[in-house]
């Protein structure tokens, strides 16, 4: 497969950019010029069929979608895995040839998350028959001395059956992956996706990770345990979130009457 990781960044944030090829040395990298959100008209987005009149995305995340969805695309429309990486993730140091050694253990696969976020609750399917397991972490322990050793670690993750999880920090997509993901997310509108499985409780549908959620139990995803990328994950200088973060956090939990 493909070794070039696709890292999305904005023309306005070289700044990030700059410091993932830093934090990243003798990585082949390919920058992806991210779309900008407030420059695009929503109403030809629904023409195409990409999103729906009911689709509330802030400008942030609307750019975001419309990025990987670009990346998704392309990657179709060829016969390679496509690595996506946003600019605010970190790899690990072993991260390409880890990667391509685990998805060579897999057939048919369609989406392998790398990352996900470490203050949301993740549901794996561990086994036939044994149904949704959550993994929670304490994102509070993980200091700037522990994500040190993690990222200098060598343990072989395990490729897990994805249920749902947030963040796309980090991912690979296969060609039928990528033409599954737009057949079945578009045109995008406010669905919730699962917050817990086993609760009435539904996440709001505010990016392009809570839409891929809503799938992932229907495509032949996986997610990497552990991970193999983090992100901060702060939403106060997220380019997605950026300063309507409070507000779409108090909105993520609605409760389903």
Partial sequence: MSECIRVINLDRSPDRFARFIERHPGVPIERFSAVDGFKIDRDTCVINGLITNINEYTPGAFGNMMSHLALWRECSEGSEPYHIVEDDATLRHDFLSVTSALLDTLDGWDVVLWAHNFDWPLQIRPAQGLGVAVVQYDDEAMDAVAIKSFLQDCVKPMLLPLFSAAGVC??????RGAVRMLSDCLPI???????????????????????????????????????????????????????????????????IT
Avoid at 170 to 175: D, E, L, N
């Fill in 170 to 175: 980090c991912y690979s997509i296969s060609p």
């Fill in 189 to 255: 509108g406010r669905e919730p996706a699962s917050y817990l499985e086993k609760r009435r409780t539904a996440w709001m549908n505010t990016a392009i990770d809570v839409e891929m959620s809503r799938h992932y139990g229907d495509w032949r995803a996986y997610v990497a345990l552990p991970p193999m990328a983090i992100t901060d994950n702060d939403q106060n200088v997220s380019t997605v979130q950026g300063r309507s973060a409070a507000h779409l956090a108090a909105l993520h939990h609605a409760v």
